[in-house]
C-alpha cells in the first residue's frame, strides 16, 4: 500500500489561482503523452508516487488523452483506486471536453450535450464522483458561448465539479465567457494555455493580460516547446525522439543548424544561472507571479525531480529577461 512522504509539502511552493481560494503547486504533472495504453502502467505509478510524494498534488487529464482516447482517465483511476483513494481530499484533479472523443455530431465541441455526457463518462473511467475543476478544452464558434457556459454551471451546481476552467481561449472570448460565468454565480478560477520562452501566443491574444485583470489564474502547457528548450537536440535528433513517431507538434524543420545556435546561446544564460535550459524554461514562466502552475510532461520519475528543481530558483534580470527576449524573437 502506497504511503505519501510526511514531508513532502515541504518541498512544494503554491500560489493561489486568480483571487480564488483554491492553491495550486507551481509544478503540476500533466497526463498527456505517458498514461495511455501504449504506456507502461508500472512507470505510471512511479510518476505519480514520485510526484505527489514531492508536493505535486495536481493532476491534469482530458476525456481524448491516451492513446486511446479515455485510456489515460482509466489509467489514473486504477491508480486513484489502488493508491490514492485515502489521499483525494489532498489532490486537485482536472479533466476538459472539447476535442473530438466518439463519433457523430454529439462527441465534440463545445454543446450541452457533449460536455455534461463526456464528464459523465471521465468521472466514470477516474473512478470518482467530482473531479476539482472541469474545463472546456477549447473555443467553439459554432455554439453560442451563453450554451457552453451554462453547461459548465451544470457541470458545477450538479457537484461533478467543484470549479470551471477553459483552456485555448484569448482575451477577448475570456472576458465575454467570464461575464457570462460571474452572472451565473459560477466558481469559474482558471485558463489553461500553452505558454513557454519561444511561444508567446498568450501575451499577443490579450489572455495572459486580461486573466490577470480579471483575476483569473493560468496553468500553461508545453513549457519546454515539445523538448526544444532543453539540450535534448544539441547533437542531432536522438533516435526515440517524438519527432520520430508524430510529428504534428514538433518536426524537424524546427531544430535547423541557425536555431540550435541561438538555443545553446539561451543555454548559456541558464548555466550562468546555474539552472539547466529546462530550469531556466520552466522558472521563466512562473518569474512575473501572472502564471499560477507550470503543467509538465514526464516520461520517468527523474523528469518529475528534475523539473521541481526549477522552482528554486525563479528570479531573473532585467538583463537576463532582454537576453531571452531576444534571442526567443530570432527563433520566430
Known amino acids: 500500500m502506497y504511503i505519501a512522504d510526511e514531508n513532502r509539502y515541504e518541498k512544494m511552493k503554491f500560489n493561489r489561482c486568480g483571487n480564488s481560494g483554491l492553491m495550486l503547486p507551481y509544478v503540476s504533472l500533466g497526463l498527456w503523452h505517458n498514461f495511455g495504453d501504449t504506456g507502461v502502467y508500472a512507470n505510471m505509478e512511479e510518476m505519480c508516487f514520485t510526484a505527489f510524494n514531492n508536493g505535486i498534488t495536481h493532476f491534469d487529464l482530458a476525456n481524448n488523452y491516451g492513446p486511446k482516447p479515455g485510456s489515460a482517465e482509466s489509467n489514473f483511476g486504477r491508480i486513484l483506486k489502488e493508491h490514492f483513494l485515502p489521499y483525494r481530499d489532498e489532490m486537485i484533479i482536472s479533466t476538459k471536453a472539447g476535442y473530438e472523443m466518439w463519433p457523430g455530431p454529439y462527441g465534440d465541441h463545445g454543446s450541452r450535450k457533449y460536455l455534461l455526457a463526456s464528464l459523465d463518462q471521465s468521472l466514470k473511467r477516474l473512478g470518482l464522483d467530482y473531479v476539482d475543476i472541469f474545463y472546456h478544452h477549447r473555443m467553439d464558434p459554432e455554439t453560442p458561448l451563453e450554451e457552453t457556459m451554462g453547461a459548465l ?136 507571479g501572472i502564471v499560477t502552475t507550470v503543467l509538465i510532461g514526464a516520461s520517468r520519475p527523474s523528469q518529475i525531480l528534475d523539473n521541481i528543481k526549477a522552482t528554486e530558483n525563479i528570479t531573473f534580470s532585467e538583463d537576463e529577461l532582454e537576453k531571452i527576449d531576444e534571442l526567443a524573437s530570432q527563433m520566430n
Open 153 to 288: 454551471a451544470q457541470a458545477v451546481n450538479s457537484g461533478k465539479a467543484l470549479y470551471a476552467g477553459l483552456s485555448n481561449y484569448d482575451g477577448k472570448t475570456l472576458e465575454k465567457a467570464t461575464a457570462i460565468l460571474e452572472d451565473l454565480k459560477v466558481p469559474f478560477v482558471i485558463n489553461q494555455n500553452r505558454y513557454n520562452i519561444l511561444d508567446r501566443t498568450i501575451e499577443k491574444n490579450g489572455l495572459k493580460e486580461t486573466a490577470h485583470k480579471l483575476g483569473k489564474g493560468i496553468i500553461c502547457f508545453s513549457p519546454l516547446a515539445q523538448g526544444l528548450l532543453t539540450d535534448r537536440y544539441f547533437n542531432g535528433i536522438p533516435s526515440d525522439s517524438r519527432i520520430r513517431t508524430d510529428g504534428r507538434f514538433l518536426n524537424e524543420n524546427q531544430i535547423s543548424p541557425e536555431k540550435i545556435e541561438i538555443l545553446k546561446q539561451l543555454n548559456e544564460i541558464a548555466k550562468d544561472r546555474g539552472q539547466t535550459l529546462a530550469e531556466m524554461a520552466l522558472a521563466w514562466i512562473l518569474h512575473d
